[in-house]
């Protein structure tokens, strides 16, 4: 089984400018997550979609972040105008129970894209 | 408060050491315990879950939650360079839809 694909894996950018990434979920995967991951911190939740309608995009920074997941498949996810706080690893996670399940699913994460923001 | 506390360590410990990695959470809505494990440059993949207060084994590994402290651990036996990484514990509220990460604790296992 193919796991989780995330494009590209670095990006470097000026600050202001925009950037875009990419996720291709585990084929048949009802749930993807954008998580934002901070050096030394842990990941945290950007937005959840369950096939391709918003679960939570509650921690999302509407003002220049935006997702999309077409056809309850693939997802990118933009930012525009960076800042330089906006430098982290983009990851993109998947599970096959629908969110808010009676038990735990298990979240598969792809490699994530390290963006720097200068 | 953070809903999940968790040691950043570093941790660093001789091959064959038992490993104790330890998280605190806030809200007793809590009813999910996880640990993820992530190398570096990798995204996290899951070790363990639990869901009751007590102990679940699976080979070195024991996850152990206590409940009326809110305090959950994992335990590593004899410890190998190969599980040198960041172990993340992660909580979930029962039919929640969301999953909240500790800050990760970095784990070194000299050979």
């Known amino acids: 089984e193919a796991g989780v694909a995330q494009s590209p894996r670095y990006k470097i950018i000026e600050k202001r400018q925009s950037v875009a990434f990419w996720c291709n979920p585990i084929s048949g ?11 030394g911190q842990g990941p945290k939740l950007l937005i959840q979609f369950q096939n391709n309608g918003v679960v939570d995009d509650s921690q999302l920074p509407k003002d220049r972040f935006s997702a999309e997941r077409l056809k309850g498949v693939d997802s990118t996810l933009k930012i525009q105008p960076a800042k330089l706080e906006d430098s982290a690893v983009y990851l993109c996670a998947s599970s096959s129970l629908p969110s808010g399940g009676s ?9 994530g894209t390290r963006l720097t923001v200068l | 408060q953070k809903e999940v506390e968790q040691d950043p360590g570093p941790l660093s410990v001789p091959e064959g050491a038992i490993v104790s990695l330890n998280c605190t959470y806030s809200n007793s809505a809590f009813q999910y315990f996880m640990w993820y494990r992530q190398y570096s440059r990798k995204g996290p993949e899951l070790l363990m879950y639990t869901y009751s207060s007590g102990n679940k084994e ?15 651990s994992l335990f590593i036996r004899d410890s190998q ?30 050979a």
């Open chain 2, 81 to 110: 360079p190969s599980d040198s990484a960041t172990y993340l514990c992660a909580i979930r509220e029962t039919g929640g839809f969301k999953t909240i990460f500790g800050a990760g604790t970095r784990l070194f296992v000299k």
């Open chain 2, 58 to 72: 699976d080979g070195r590994f024991t996850a152990q939650v206590d409940k009326s402290s809110k305090y959950i």
């Open chain 1, 29 to 39: 995967h009802a749930t993807l997550y954008w998580y934002q991951q901070i050096l």
């Open chain 1, 103 to 111: 038990t735990t699913d298990t979240q598969y994460f792809g490699p």
